[in-house]
Nanobody
Framework: QVQLVESGGGLVQAGGSLSASCAAS????????MRWFRQAPGKEREFVAA????????TYADSVTGRFAISRDYTKNTVYLQMNSLKPEDTAVYFC??????????????WGQGTQVTVSS
């Protein structure tokens, strides 16, 4: 099992910055990838960014490329999402997700509780 606790987010004006963090505990040595998703009211959940647990690889959605940065602190088992140049359309609940792969290729995904990001125009 992997447990995730998110923090950060908040309210900011358009053009501002916010950050969110996701602390993992439990069987963290089995985590392969950490991802951030977001879900705005009335919309489907969408992928935001991903980072390999080793930190060697990152991926971003086109909508946030160049504005958001995902990183991780291996010593703290924590993943961060730095959000810059925020736009009102970035308003959503942001979730972190830990992907855990077992030796037999079974994959489990664990979700955090979500943190609200609100960008005012």
């Amino acid at each position: 099992q992997v447990q995730l606790v998110e923090s950060g987010g908040g309210l900011v004006q358009a053009g501002g910055s916010l950050s969110a963090s996701c602390a993992a505990s439990g069987l963290t040595f089995t985590i392969s990838t950490m991802r951030w998703f977001r879900q705005a009211p009335g919309k489907e959940r969408e992928f935001v960014a991903a980072i390999s647990w080793s930190g060697s690889s990152t991926t971003y959605a086109d909508s946030v490329t160049g504005r958001f940065a995902i990183s991780r602190d291996y010593t703290k088992n924590t993943v961060y999402l730095q959000m810059n140049s925020l736009k009102p359309e970035d308003t959503a609940v942001y979730f972190c997700v830990a992907e855990r792969k077992l030796p037999d290729a079974t994959v489990y995904n664990y979700w955090g509780q979500g943190t609200q990001v609100t960008v005012s125009s």
